[in-house]
């Protein structure tokens, strides 16, 4: 994920090739963002008042995951490539 982040803000000539550049760029973005929204809602429930449902947060991760494919947001292949980290 942190290599991805880095990506976002990298010029794509300078930077060297990962094992997901197969991948569109707009499609690793978005994936990254959503990956970076999921972990600050996870750090928010933690240090809020309803740290008890912290463990429902991370439950919902996996059917997050399989929702972005169902609905089409992202491809199976493209989402089996940026899943490997």
Do not use: H, Y
């Amino acid at each position: 994920m942190w290599e991805r982040i880095k990506g976002v803000f990298t010029d794509k000539q300078l930077a060297k090739t990962e094992r997901w550049s197969s991948v569109p760029t707009n499609v690793t973005t978005m994936f990254t963002a959503i990956q970076v929204a999921c972990l600050g809602a996870m750090l928010w429930v933690k240090s809020s008042s309803i740290g008890v449902l912290f463990p429902v947060v991370i439950a919902m991760l996996a059917p997050l995951r399989f929702g972005l494919v169902k609905f089409g947001l992202f491809k199976k292949e493209d989402m089996d490539i940026l899943d490997e980290d």
